[in-house]
């Protein structure tokens, strides 16, 4: 007795065929669209893990790198307020380099005026903020570190008419340096306070200044103090920038080793992720030719019967 042409077992299996084809159809279409081999990790299982690594430690790095934006703009800031004050300390390092010379204030000149006028450049320079924080106040960064007392209130002099520190007459801050982890296990200190000795000296000179009167028996040798605070100063602002400029040098080789590591990583992500375009555009092919032949089978077997071969 002949066979039958078409029976059921053949027509599932055809079938079968079909549908798997057209799943890996659909697959490799979504592939193609995303550029990606799974939408999810269950489609990339061996690599999965490893991928999870790799994407936690380039949120690690944008995270530190989007820090470094707020730390550059900070410290540069900081820059501007110690270079704009240059100004203000050879504006009075003349004035008391005039009165030394000439044992009294230069004509048409009010050293008390000059000296409120001076100790207001000083509070703007160094109550600067940034993103609503103030940069010179330490850890205190919503207080305004500046508020000076009575200019007409002398520093303290001892037995040799030296005048002694006394940031508490302006400094409203505390004492902690601001620092920053700009990579796993790199920190930076970059914070500089209002009460460094370097503000606190010129302070104290203008005070000098605006506080000692001509007739003072002792106002030369005050006035040389003065002068002495402000040269020493301004030594300290040298050094300041340059601490400051090297902190800006670390962050800035930092960033640029961060971003290369990043973009190795990325690199390597892709192609766990990626998909390679011409093999998925090929295979895609492939299976389009198979469900083609697949219809194409089905239709020829259902069309089929006994009396085809009589």
């Known amino acids: 007795m002949p066979a039958r042409i078409a029976d059921l077992a053949s027509n599932r299996l055809i079938q079968a065929t079909i549908a798997s084809t057209q799943q890996r159809i659909s697959d490799r279409q979504m592939k193609l669209s995303t550029l990606q081999k799974s939408q999810d990790y269950a489609g990339i299982s061996d690599n999965?893990?490893?991928?999870?690594?790799?994407?936690?430690?380039?949120?690690?790095?944008?995270?530190?790198?989007?820090?470094?934006?707020?730390?550059?703009?900070?410290?540069?800031?900081?820059?501007?307020?110690?270079?704009?004050?240059?100004?203000?300390?050879?504006?009075?390092?003349?004035?008391?380099?005039?009165?030394?010379?000439?044992?009294?204030?230069?004509?048409?000149?009010?050293?008390?005026?000059?000296?409120?006028?001076?100790m207001s450049e000083i509070e703007d320079f160094l109550n600067v903020r940034v993103s609503g924080r103030y940069l010179f106040s330490g850890s205190k960064t919503d207080t305004k570190p500046v508020q000076p007392g009575n200019l007409d209130t002398a520093p303290t002099f001892d037995a040799s008419n030296n005048s002694a520190a006394e940031p508490s007459f302006y400094y409203q801050g505390d004492d902690t340096t601001l620092k920053a982890r700009i990579d796993e296990g790199v920190e930076i200190k970059y914070g500089v306070t209002a009460a460094d000795s370097g503000f606190e000296k010129l302070i104290r000179a203008v005070r000098i200044l605006k506080s000692v009167d001509v007739g003072d028996a002792n106002h030369m040798a005050k006035y040389q103090g003065a002068l002495d605070l402000v040269i020493s100063a301004e030594e300290r602002f040298q050094a300041m920038e340059l601490n400051i400029g090297l902190n800006i040098q670390q962050l800035d080789t930092t960033h640029t080793k961060l971003n290369h590591t990043r973009n190795f990583l990325s690199g390597i992500t892709s192609d766990i992720e990626g998909v390679d375009t011409f093999t998925a555009i090929a295979e895609l092919t492939q299976d389009q030719t198979m469900l083609e032949a697949s219809y194409a089978t089905l239709m020829r077997l259902s069309r089929l019967s006994l009396t085809s071969f009589f």
Do not use: C, W, Y
């Open 48 to 118: 999965s893990s490893r991928l999870v690594t790799l994407e936690a430690s380039r949120i690690r790095i944008n995270k530190f790198m989007s820090e470094h934006t707020f730390i550059q703009l900070r410290m540069d800031t900081m820059l501007n307020s110690i270079d704009a004050m240059k100004n203000t300390i050879n504006d009075v390092r003349k004035l008391l380099r005039e009165a030394l010379d000439d044992g009294t204030i230069p004509n048409g000149i009010n050293k008390d005026d000059f000296a409120t006028v001076k």
